[in-house]
């Protein structure tokens, strides 16, 4: 299952509402999750099964979708959110990861 | 909490084996699967495989058989063996708990290896 990521870059200002899609090449059922990753650092796990946020992770992110498409918000963004954000499903094995979304803040 | 911490060579040359462990800390490996994933600007993230037991292992066919993981729960660790190594294979590899409630998802990370492969 390919992971169609997009944007692959975005700017926006603090208090800001952005949004990540990701697309897949077949219906994944919710079988996805997303991280952020800062550089020099691992991928942290923010939230997983489409919707389910990670323990301690800001309320302002959120994950939605259906099918073969899924988007993390991020509502209110602050400066701490930039860094990469991918999609990774776990639908069936090979598990594989979208192409990262590089969130800059103005 | 758990960490995990990936280690072994840095250097690997052409043709030869890469082989990394990582050691956990902090909670069992019991009733987890423990995975590989690695990181390069060409290929991004791609898992590699996971070990439960050593006779439970899934390895992404795009690594061709080459790829062997194994676990050692008495000693806290598990290793990733990738033979035949070309520049191909040069990439951030990092271990990672998969931990399954409702789906598989990767909750904790090591911090990284850098491993190079060159003569």
């Known amino acids: 299952v390919y992971m169609a990521q997009s944007p692959p870059s975005l700017s926006a200002s603090v208090g800001d509402r952005v949004s990540i899609t990701c697309r897949a090449t077949?219906?994944?059922?919710?079988?996805i999750n997303w991280y952020q990753q800062k550089p020099g650092e691992a991928p942290k796990l923010l939230i997983y099964?489409?919707?389910t946020l990670q323990t301690g992770v800001p309320s302002r992110f959120s994950g939605s979708g259906s099918g073969t498409d899924y988007t993390l918000t991020i509502s209110g963004l602050q400066p701490e959110d930039s860094g990469t954000y991918f999609c990774?499903?776990?639908?069936?094995?090979?598990?594989?990861f979208g192409q990262g979304t590089r969130v800059d803040i103005k | 909490q758990v960490q995990l911490q990936e280690s072994g060579p840095k250097v690997v040359k052409p043709s030869e084996t890469l082989s990394l462990t990582c050691s956990v800390s902090?909670?069992?490996?019991?009733?987890?699967?423990w995975s590989w994933i690695r990181q390069s600007p060409e290929k991004g993230l791609e898992w590699l495989g996971y070990?439960?037991?050593?006779?439970?292992?899934n390895y992404n066919p795009s690594l061709k058989g080459r790829v062997i993981m194994s676990l050692d729960t008495s000693k806290n660790q598990f290793s990733l063996n990738l033979k035949s190594v070309t520049a191909a294979d040069t990439a951030v590899y990092y271990c990672?708990?998969?931990?399954?409630?409702?789906?598989?998802?990767?909750?904790?990370w090591g911090q990284g290896i850098l491993v190079t492969v060159s003569a």
């Open positions: 990672a708990r998969d931990r399954f409630a409702v789906i598989d998802y990767f909750d904790s």
């Open positions: 902090g909670d069992s490996m019991n009733n987890y699967y």
């Open positions: 070990i439960y037991s050593s006779d439970n292992t």
């Open positions: 077949q219906t994944i059922d919710n079988y």
């Open positions: 099964a489409a919707s």
């Open positions: 990774q499903h776990s639908y069936s094995t090979p598990w594989t």
